[in-house]
């Protein structure tokens, strides 16, 4: 299965993430972890994305195509894939479509999950997650079971340096401009299911799922 998830920052794309992979024998390929593994590993990728996410910004286009043009190249790809977060322009869409061409491999369905805004500021600032196996929290309605400890591996969690009011607003602000129109593109051709995601966890999933099965 070929799968984008695309939604605003907060709007449950890890999570919804993490149970598609656990369905769908498909590797789960989210740029904005791996640009956070490469800052944390202070690769020369990494300390080029910092100078972006930091602000909120995303990441300029040629550097982020290439490094998901040689992800997705690899052969654990062959079975499918789940994108998170790529593509976020209409560059990057573009780009796409000749990368998604040579594997053989065309989208199949692009899920957008959608949360009104007042939710998002609580799941972002109060987000918190799993440097190790990327597992997502909320302090408020999904806390940890022990206190600053990824409940799967056990692993220390953390607040991601752009999960801050200020960097929320500069990404929502990127969000709409620049993101809007690729589900536009998608749109246009057919490809785009609609997630209200602001319900709980199970009934996004339960609307995932169903969508997901209609592909198949
Ligand atoms: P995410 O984890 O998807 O919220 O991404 C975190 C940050 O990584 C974003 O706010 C951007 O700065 C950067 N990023 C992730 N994906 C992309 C992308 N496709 N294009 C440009 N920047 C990106």
Known sequence: ?????????????????????????????????MFRDAMRAETP????????????????????????????????CQKG??????????????AFEDIAKKIGKPVQIVLNLSVELD?????????????NCKA??????????????????????VHRSDDTLDQLVVRLKEHVFLTKPVLD????KGLVKYVDATKNIDLVWLDVKAALEKVQ
């Open 185 to 188: 593109y998608y749109g246009y």
């Open 81 to 94: 894939y789940l994108l998170d977060g790529y593509p976020r322009t209409l560059v990057q869409a573009v």
């Open 136 to 157: 997502i929290f909320n302090l408020e309605y999904l806390p940890p079971k022990v206190e600053n400890t990824c409940d799967y591996c056990g692993s220390t969690l």
């Open 45 to 76: 990728l990494g300390l080029q994305a910092k100078k972006y996410i930091d602000k909120g910004l995303l990441v300029p286009d040629d550097i982020t195509i290439a490094m998901i043009q040689e992800r997705l190249n690899q052969p654990d």
């Open 119 to 131: 939710a998002l500021i609580h799941r972002v600032i109060d987000r918190r997650m799993c440097e």
């Open 1 to 33: 299965m070929n799968i984008l998830i695309m939604g605003a920052a907060g709007s449950g794309k890890g999570t919804m993430s993490k149970k598609i992979v656990e369905l769908y024998d498909v590797p789960h390929i989210s740029t904005g972890n």
